[in-house]
């Protein structure tokens, strides 16, 4: 695994923010933005792919969001942010050259490492996709050292689809295999409508050669995890990013806790052999 445990950011105390000015925002839907970030105090550590930064607006409120962007690109930090409460408002209506708090990176990210050499599928849901999007920069920069690539996505319209652009150009590419899906859709569109596990049902999978990389809602990772158990993937070659109220990002406050494990520490990624016991107890 190449992140064990988070890393306290680069030349200051890990609580401590560091100022960042906003220098490129794109509206990719209606209540979503990603927005580029560039140092002005100091520079976090490189961040790997599935780990995140507690993102502060000044004066409303800090909240863990995981980077989307190029992990290579080690100059600007990129997050994709959901308007969902009043932090996550404030941070959407940046604009550039406004300035945010960021400390990590913080958690254990995907082990796309130990995908070398194997088929990988990746599958995201909704704003989910955003941290999985990572893993397919660092496939693509070393194309030949991994097998078969599927990428399998899910959103509940057309109109709420992510990085809808992007996903056509890795379509176009004969090195990827991309499939899309909504729950709802119009007349205008031509894909496929249902669960994304449907796509999966179809996907070319090798099951002793395949690793999959999973996040978006908990219910649909959960469908998605048991399906591809059922066609022969072992739950150890599934990871899943958990979602959970994480508050101080360095295992002290307890908010984030799921049964004997921090999530903001040994995860936000776990492998579904770790995790699927623990997500079984209702209430924990």
């Not at 100091?42 to 962007?69: C, H, K, T, W």
């Not at 099951?207 to 150890?236: D, K, Q």
């Not at 049964?259 to 079984?280: D, H, N, Y």
Request: aromatic share 6%; glycine share 12%.
């Amino acid at each position: 695994m190449s992140v064990e445990l988070q890393h306290a950011p680069v030349g200051g105390p890990p609580m401590v923010p560091s100022r960042h000015r906003v220098v490129a925002v794109t509206r990719e839907l209606a209540d979503t933005v990603t927005f580029e970030l560039e140092p002005i105090d100091r520079a976090l550590d490189p961040p790997e792919p599935g780990q995140f930064n507690m993102v502060y607006a000044f004066g409303q409120g800090e909240v863990p969001i995981s980077v989307s962007g190029d992990p290579a690109r080690g100059d600007t930090v990129v997050h994709t942010v959901r308007s969902v409460g009043a932090t996550t408002q404030a941070l959407c209506a940046l604009g550039p050259g406004e300035v945010v708090g960021l400390r990590g990176p913080y958690g254990r990210g995907w082990d796309v490492e130990r995908a070398r050499g194997r088929d990988v599928v990746v599958i995201g849901g909704g704003i989910g996709f955003a941290p999985l999007r990572p893993i397919i920069y660092r496939i693509l920069e070393d194309r030949q050292a991994y097998g078969r690539v599927n990428v399998l996505v899910g959103a509940r319209s057309p109109e709420t689809l992510l990085y809808r652009a992007e996903l056509e150009e890795w379509r176009s590419r004969s090195d990827l295999s991309v499939e899309v899906t909504v729950d709802r859709a119009g007349p205008d569109w031509r894909g496929d409508v249902g669960v994304v596990t449907a796509l999966i049902t179809r996907a070319t999978i090798d099951p002793a050669g395949t690793v999959a990389f999973l996040c978006g809602p908990e219910i649909m990772m959960r469908f998605a995890a048991n399906t591809l158990t059922g066609r022969g993937v072992s739950p150890g070659d599934i990871e899943v990013s958990l979602e959970r109220n994480m508050k101080c990002a360095v295992a002290q406050c307890g908010h984030c806790q799921l049964g004997p494990i921090f999530v903001c520490r040994e995860g936000p990624v776990g492998t579904w052999e770790r995790l699927q016991p623990l997500l079984a107890v209702r209430g924990l």
